[in-house]
């Protein structure tokens, strides 16, 4: 989900890095995170979270794989390569680049959804704004470029199929973003399937309607034909979806006392120019940032329902719409059991987001 102009705060959250290192435990959670990622979104602050728990050993992070949904791939590219590198760990995640853009969806059938069907929140990814076509038009971090590490040769398919087939059932795939890579990867090899250990998604709107769209939430509907292939495999999967998200507001003070320990973040924080385009919230909502508590707490979901979801990929105004049935599908049906959180709980999540994100950056 989403990258929202709020852009000043976030980045205060994001630039707060890791704990002192520790050996990695042997059987520690072996961890991808697939992401539309930003410097200034959740995806961010999650992937700070989950540096946290890899050098506390509570994880094992085996790369960070980029999903165009966000932003463009090249603005990806420069934030994670710098996200790595901020927090002291370019040596060991690896940063690979993935797809470029939906398996159907596309800006033109997006303008014939504006023009047809309306509009959600008013944030549509990388289709708000051009796709830079030069290294000067994307944006650097506001602590600059990395110096340390680069772009992965193989690509984020290719490495996510072979980090599965190297460690079957112990991969848990983090999804922050559009579900274009996983997609990808199965049909490429689907005998990685059944080696899957399980996919956390921060995606969908199952009880409530949507964001980007009136009923559906922006991670699917940006690629929805890539979400119904994924949804619909035999694999252990729990979503995080915008029925919890959307309690988990935080007002804007909830944030100073992750600008009062860190000095460090403090500067950079006040680097950020105001984005004239910032919305007036009054308050930050979390999205990323619950899915990788839950997978290095599940007992932070207070209440989970078990249903069998699919994706509406009919052109209309359900479009990305992911769909839920409580009664029971027959063996060997297409639809698929998961996991779906409903509810948080959100005291002890913000005691553990305050102490964590308050950490020294290195």
């Not at 599908?329 to 308050?358: C, H, N, W």
């Amino acid at each position: 989900m989403k990258l929202r102009t709020f852009a000043t705060v976030l980045l205060s959250l994001l630039s707060s890095a890791p704990a002192l290192a520790q050996v990695q435990q042997p059987n520690s959670e072996k961890l991808i995170i697939d992401s539309d990622f930003g410097t200034f979104n959740d995806d961010g602050q999650a992937f700070i979270l989950a540096a946290h728990a890899h050098k506390a050993g509570r994880i094992q992070l085996l790369g960070l794989t980029l999903v165009t949904g966000n932003v463009w791939m090249e603005q990806q590219r420069v934030d994670a390569l710098k996200a790595v590198e901020r927090v002291g760990l370019e040596k060991q995640v690896p940063v690979f680049a993935g797809a470029q853009g939906p398996l159907l969806h596309s800006f033109a059938s997006f303008a014939q959804e504006q023009a047809l069907l309306g509009v959600g929140d008013g944030f549509y990814g990388a289709w708000s704004g051009p796709r830079p076509k030069s290294d000067a038009e994307v944006v650097p971090p506001p602590d600059g470029h990395a110096e340390r590490t680069q772009i992965q040769r193989r690509d984020a398919v290719d490495f996510m199929i072979d980090a599965i087939r190297a460690n079957p059932h112990q991969v848990t795939i983090l999804a922050l973003g559009p579900a274009t890579n996983i997609a990808l990867a199965i049909r490429k090899a689907p005998d990685i399937v059944p080696l899957i250990g399980r996919i956390v998604y921060m995606a969908g709107a199952f009880d409530v309607p949507g964001n980007t769209m009136p009923a559906a939430e922006f991670n699917v509907w940006f690629d929805p034909e890539a979400a119904k292939i994924v949804y619909r495999e035999p694999i252990e999967q729990v979503f995080v979806p915008l029925d919890v998200t959307n309690s988990a507001h935080f007002p804007l003070d909830f944030f100073d006392p992750i600008l009062k320990a860190n000095p460090q973040v403090a500067r950079i924080y006040s680097r950020i120019p105001d984005n004239p385009n910032r919305p007036p919230w009054t308050f930050i909502p979390f999205w990323d940032q619950l899915a990788i508590a839950y997978v290095l707490d599940p007992s932070l979901a207070t209440e989970t329902e078990t249903r069998w979801v699919d994706v509406d990929t009919n052109f209309g105004v359900n479009y990305g719409r992911t769909i839920s049935y409580k009664h029971e599908f027959p063996q060997g049906s297409f639809l698929q059991q998961a996991k779906i959180v409903k509810k948080f709980d959100l005291k002890r999540f913000e005691a553990y987001y305050l102490e964590t994100m308050s950490k020294p950056l290195r």
